[in-house]
Every structure is written in structure tokens, then in C-alpha cells.
């Protein structure tokens, strides 16, 4: 099989496309915008962070961004709110145990607490 010098070209013509962002208009790419974690809210940009999501206030897609979660069980979880502790989210249907823990460390139940949930609830239980 040989290969022309036309199809080289169109090779290196891919290759430097690649390297500069697939038809940017020069320049350097742009900075992606952050910003402190004080401003972040809810969404998955405290996952950028290394902030956990808070349960009861993380929008769907921030929710969709967790391993093994999609937008069903992100709709599952958003339904089953107000959340206590995190181990709660082993009540929602679809989140088992193997996802409760991939998850559970990137989340977080934020104070104050909702309502309903009893003084101490994110206290250990006691066996």
C-alpha cells in the first residue's frame, strides 16, 4: 500500500486541528473560568474543588456527574429529598450498595439540617 504525499498532508493537516482545538481561531484556547469555592453553590463545580455535593440542594446534573449515576437515579434521588445523612441514600430505589460507595465520599448532607431530621442525625449510629 503506498501512501501519497497528499494523504500525509491531510494527516498532518488532523493532526495540527487536533493540537489546536479542532478550528480555534487562533491564539491561545481561552482559560476555563473558575471560581472560589465560596461561590460554587450546590452544582458539580465543587467536585472540581474536591467539595463534596450537598444532597439536598445538588441540581440533577451535578447529581449525573457521580459514577454510576444517571439522570433516572439523579431524578430519584431529587424525589426522595429531604435527605438526614448520606447513608439516606441507600432508601432511594436503584442506589445500592456498590453505588452508595463510589459515591459517599463525594457527597455530603450540608447544615443546617432540613426539618424533619432529629438532633444527631448524622451522629454515627450506635450498635
Do not use: K, Y
Not at 494523504?7 to 480555534?24: P, T
Not at 431529587?78 to 436503584?94: E, M, N, Q, T, Y
Amino acid at each position: 500500500m503506498q501512501v501519497t504525499n497528499a494523504a500525509w498532508a491531510a494527516w498532518l493537516l488532523v493532526f495540527v486541528l487536533a493540537l489546536r482545538g479542532f478550528g480555534s481561531c487562533g491564539g491561545a484556547p481561552p482559560e476555563p473560568q473558575s471560581a472560589p469555592p465560596g461561590e460554587l453553590g450546590a452544582g458539580a463545580g465543587r467536585l472540581l474543588w474536591g467539595l463534596p455535593l450537598d444532597l439536598n440542594h445538588a441540581p440533577a446534573a451535578a447529581l449525573e456527574t457521580l459514577p454510576g449515576i444517571g439522570s433516572g437515579r439523579a431524578a430519584a434521588i431529587i424525589a426522595a429529598r429531604p435527605f438526614c445523612r448520606v447513608a439516606d441514600l441507600l432508601r432511594v430505589r436503584g442506589i445500592g450498595q456498590v453505588i452508595f460507595e463510589r459515591v459517599r465520599a463525594q457527597l455530603e448532607v450540608a447544615r443546617p439540617l432540613p426539618a424533619g431530621c432529629a438532633r444527631g442525625a448524622n451522629a454515627p449510629r450506635q450498635p
